[in-house]
């Protein structure tokens, strides 16, 4: 079974540089914590999503579950600074709305969610005063912040820390020399934190193990997840999912894949296929007509019978591709992944959002509702599922 931090590597000739990187983070911090600089707390009720590290920790999947809670029973929006994108400045995401213009992450959430807000601004405060004043989006009721861990302008209701299970904070070092974007005392800002990416098997044991390495306040609550992969999905859209269960042993696998950590991927696509060629670019990589030709190339060199798997980050970008060939694209599936909660942890993380949400918002008919939902008839009430709704009528 893999272990914590089994993927990290530190480039020990880069240490010093590691260090004059962290005196400059560490003055930063200190002067917000000192209040030098100032954060800022808002009357609606805002989560944030993020890590302290370089590269994936599941921020999307774990803001897509964070959304699946929330939506149907209020009115929420998504803030990212849509890294990579091609404009500035605020821009809420709509209909005409394009890669280049938010980014991939913001508009696969807009792609995937189309009844929810989705906006884009690097500068998070000014994000939230737009989302709370324009409008079309005044009447938001909770705002969820897409890695925003760093942008400490804003002093979020929950902080949400994530960490790779295979990338544990305590065993790397701050960048160059390794992928942490502050020092490893940053995990204080937290309130939950949750190992992610973990494997399927984990005990109680390994809970311990890794709760004595993070060290965490009492206050904090710490919380273990997992991927859960769906069933591959066309990309032309004319042939029937598969589930990875009908990858035969044989099978060619080409995974073509842009994100930051697509190892973990590969390491679970080989127990359907004994055959996989990865084609790795670059985390937000902006494909191109060399591309196209690297793709073709691999493809045409892989015995059959063969298929191509990308991610849905991937897809939204390949979307916006031109030269791809009807071969490819007939071969080429889609891998949809969500988390799931670990040790009945799901139950302990509903709650706190729940609760924060509810103690926390503007509109007091919300916790009214709350209160006529419960039922009046307590035997009844026992075996009804529990409902909460925050959205007046």
Not at 124 to 148: F, H, K, N, V, Y
Not at 176 to 185: C, I, K, T, W, Y
Not at 259 to 269: C, G, H, K, R, T
Not at 316 to 344: H, T
Request: net charge negative.
């Amino acid at each position: 079974m893999p272990v914590e931090g089994d993927l990290i590597t530190i480039d020990k000739r880069l240490l010093p540089l590691s260090w004059l990187y962290g005196i400059g983070v560490g003055i930063r911090n200190k002067l917000f914590d000192l209040g030098i600089l100032k954060s800022r707390s808002f009357s609606v009720p805002v989560i944030s999503v993020g890590n302290i590290t370089v590269g994936g920790s599941g921020k999307t999947p774990h803001v897509e579950y964070l959304v699946e809670l929330l939506k149907e029973d209020a009115k929420i929006a998504v803030l990212s600074r849509g890294y990579k994108r091609k404009t500035k400045g605020y821009l809420l995401a709509d209909d005409h709305s394009t890669v280049a213009d938010i980014g991939d992450e913001p508009y696969q959430m807009h792609q995937k969610y189309p009844d929810i807000v989705v906006a884009v601004d690097e500068d998070r405060c000014e994000g939230i005063d737009r989302l709370m004043t324009d409008e079309q989006t005044r009447d938001t009721e909770i705002i969820l912040l897409d890695d925003a861990y760093q942008h400490r302008y804003v002093k979020p209701g929950i902080n949400i820390l994530l960490i790779d299970y295979h990338r544990l904070i305590v065993y790397d070092k701050l960048l160059p020399a390794g992928r942490l974007r502050e020092p490893v005392s940053g995990k204080n800002r937290a309130d939950i934190v949750i190992v992610t990416k973990c494997p399927d098997a984990l005990n109680p044991i390994d809970y311990r193990v890794v709760s004595k390495a993070l060290d965490l306040y009492p206050y904090q609550a710490l919380l273990f997840s997992s991927i859960v992969y769906g069933d591959l999905r066309p990309f032309n859209g004319n042939a029937p999912a598969r589930p990875l269960s009908s990858i035969v042993s044989d099978e060619s696998v080409l995974l073509l894949s842009g994100i930051a950590s697509p190892q973990q991927m590969e390491n679970d696509l080989r127990a359907y296929s004994e055959h996989i060629t990865p084609l790795i670019f670059a985390d937000h990589h902006d494909f191109t007509a060399e591309d196209v030709d690297a793709i073709h190339q691999q493809f045409a060199a892989l015995p059959s019978p063969k298929i191509i798997i990308t991610t849905e980050k991937d897809e939204v970008r390949l979307r916006a591709l031109d030269g791809l060939s009807d071969e490819v694209k007939a071969a080429l599936y889609v891998l949809p992944i969500k988390i799931k909660f670990l040790l009945d942890h799901e139950e302990t993380f509903n709650n706190k959002i729940l609760s924060y949400v509810h103690k926390n918002s503007k509109n007091s008919i919300l916790i009214r509702k709350k209160e006529e939902d419960k039922p009046k008839d307590t035997q009844q009430g026992a075996n009804r599922p529990r409902t909460i709704s925050f959205r007046s009528d």
